[in-house]
């Protein structure tokens, strides 16, 4: 899909996609000291990023609301995760939230970088947004070893999330982030080389991006970036003896990773090296799939009783809501609220927690809408009280 710019539109916006822990925080701050606006105020730095994160707080706080609401995480493997998000490029209430975010962000300044992980799970919106404005959009997109990035990703995250499933991840935003920016002016960019030769770098970019002023850019004049690039930040170490995922999935990872990595060189993309892409995409969708269909028992087991699978699985947010309600309130009191007054459900109700008992009140067409974490809470609540 072309962004249907001429060359010479005055405003541009840069998003920095890849992965978490591939680089894209490097990136994104070599390009905000390079003359690009990065959208204040910023992500503190901490431990696992100590340079700083170089991406928008409002923007992690935005794709974050959106993610929870369809359950989507940012190290998500499932390839159906990409059909619930697509979506929200035609949710007209976000569309204007994020458009009237983004035009703010242009005032007083033409070139815009926005970096955040979660970038890459809303590739239509950010698109159709700055379209709306007027703005052309170009896409860099940062490549590191699925090793390193899964190794760094466990020492920044903790365990609750296996190496195989962040391998399987790694696949899954890798190959439909390529795919969902085919079309716009991009460039892929490998971390380890970025490190060793940021000029370099940076210039391709330039010239793959448009952007005159990064091509040939001179080392000499950038004192800042050089203290900002530090090599011995490379802490992950690359090798599948620091990971403990099946061979299969190394198989697959590998292929993936030499396909996309060839991206990165010059003259590599290309149209043969798109079809391998797709052709790798079509694979990891059969694969997990499979995983799928064999896991299905696992699923069932950890299903609340009386909750099919087939049912959940089609369920929307909003049905997911009503059952956590359901689960969270005896069935005498949901019988009540849903066939009588509101004194008599009141009444009927009496010894649940006050929070409850409000939401019991509400039709059943909004209490559907509740938020998730609000019906957690409340069947948490609930288990408090009868304990």
Same mark, same amino acid.
């Given at each position: ?9 005055? @405003? ?6 890849? /992965? ?16 690009? $606006? ?27 609301? /959106? ?22 490029? *035609? ?13 703010? /962000? ?8 926005? @970096? ?17 404005? *007027? ?9 590191? $070893? ?90 992950? %170490?690359? *090798? ?122 509400? %039709?059943? @067409? ?9 019906? $957690? ?11």
């Amino acid at each position: 899909m072309s962004d249907g710019f001429a060359p010479e539109a005055p @405003k541009r916006l840069i998003l920095v996609v890849g /992965q978490g822990r591939s680089g894209t925080s490097l990136l994104s701050g070599i390009l905000g000291r390079m003359g690009f $606006h990065v959208p204040q105020p910023e992500v503190k730095a901490d431990k696992t990023n100590p340079r700083g994160f170089g991406e928008p707080r409002w923007v992690v706080n935005f794709h974050t609301r /959106q993610m929870r609401a369809r359950r989507v995480t940012v190290f998500d493997s499932r390839y159906k995760a990409w059909e619930g998000l697509a979506e929200v490029a *035609g949710d007209e209430r976000v569309v204007e939230e994020l458009r009237s975010w983004l035009a703010v /962000q242009f005032v007083g300044t033409d070139n815009v970088v926005v @970096k955040d992980p979660r970038n890459v799970w809303f590739l239509p919106l950010w698109r159709r947004c700055a379209a709306d404005l *007027g703005v052309r959009t170009g896409f860099a997109t940062m490549l590191r $070893h699925p090793t390193e990035v899964v190794a760094s990703a466990r020492a920044s995250y903790g365990t609750w999330q296996n190496d195989t499933s962040r391998a399987a991840s790694w696949v899954n935003v890798m190959l439909h982030s390529e795919h969902g920016t085919r079309g716009s002016s991009r460039s892929f960019v490998r971390y380890e080389d970025l490190i060793e030769d940021w000029p370099r770098e940076v210039s391709r970019c330039g010239d793959l991006l448009d952007v005159p002023w990064l091509a040939g850019v001179d080392r000499s004049r950038h004192p800042e970036v050089d203290a900002f690039v530090d090599p011995s930040l490379r802490r992950s %170490p690359q *090798g599948w003896e620091a990971v403990q995922i099946r061979p299969d999935l190394q198989a697959m990872c590998e292929q993936v990773w030499d396909a996309m990595s060839a991206l990165a060189d010059p003259d590599g993309d290309t149209e043969e090296a798109r079809a391998k892409l797709d052709a790798a995409r079509e694979a990891y969708i059969d694969f997990y799939a499979a995983a799928e269909a064999v896991a299905q028992s696992s699923v069932t087991a950890v299903k609340p009783r009386g909750q099919s699978l087939a049912t959940d699985v089609s369920r929307s947010s909003n049905g997911r809501a009503a059952s956590g309600l359901k689960s969270a309130v005896p069935a005498r009191v949901r019988r009540s609220a849903l066939v009588t007054g509101v004194r008599e459900s009141l009444r009927v109700s009496e010894g649940l927690p006050l929070p409850v008992r409000a939401m019991l009140l509400l %039709p059943p @067409k909004y209490r559907e809408r509740l938020p998730l974490p609000v019906v $957690h809470a409340a069947r948490w609540v609930v288990r408090a009280t009868r304990r």
